[in-house]
């Protein structure tokens, strides 16, 4: 849809392509009419995204969104203020961003967005990851 289509301009924007990256979400299934997951939801597919993780031992992790990044930074993550920002955790650099869904909602965020991009572009080329 409209969102999928903005990250794949996103990731374009700093030379990515979804064939270069992984997608992983922090549910299995879409939650009925596409509302916020409950605790108990996220609970019972995390171990898999960990799992997922362990096997796949990425260097970055990207969350697209407030209930990402609130679940795999920190449940005080605020998008708007700490977005762009890396954090280390087992080794693993995971930054939040904005969902290309709320993009759709809020244009004016597109530029922060595209900021993150760009820190992200910067961060795959200081850590030489070959994508």
């Known amino acids: 849809g409209a969102a999928g289509k903005l990250l794949d301009d996103l990731l374009e924007s700093v030379g990515l392509s979804r064939d270069s990256i992984y997608i992983a979400n922090i549910l299995k299934c879409r939650p009925p009419q596409n509302r916020d997951p409950l605790p108990d939801e996220m609970d019972a597919c995390l171990p ?5 993780v362990k096997l796949m031992r990425p260097q970055i992790i990207v969350c697209m969104g407030r ?20 954090y280390e955790k087992a080794g693993c650099l995971i930054m939040g961003t904005f969902h290309p869904a709320f993009l759709l909602r809020d244009p004016r965020k597109k530029g922060d967005c595209f900021e993150d991009f760009l820190k ?3 961060k795959i080329k200081e850590l030489n990851i070959e994508i």
Request: net charge neutral; hydrophobic share 45%; glycine share 4%.
């Open 67 to 86: 209930i990402a990044a609130q679940r795999l930074i920190s449940p005080d993550f605020k998008v708007t203020k700490e977005h762009g920002i890396f």
């Open 120 to 122: 992200l572009q910067d």
């Open 48 to 52: 898999y995204l960990r799992e997922l």
